[in-house]
């Protein structure tokens, strides 16, 4: 689910019987996350988010920003 969201995947940790996935993932595709991992993992996994950076936006999302209606 995170790579369909342009997420980078930094690292990942084990603890005890735990998976810790650390990701820098744009905020605009966070819409909507918290509802599908607790679909995707029958309610067991959690997420944290912090703002880390700004990022330009990809060209072919930039026309589709422009273009609104």
Known sequence: DLQSRRSIIQGIDSEDHYQIL??????????????NLRSLTQGKATFNAAFSSF???????????????
């Open 22 to 35: 650390k990701c820098m993932v744009p905020q605009a595709e966070l819409h909507g996350y918290s509802t």
């Open 55 to 69: 990022k330009a936006v990809p060209n072919n999302l930039q026309a589709s920003l422009i273009n609104v209606d």
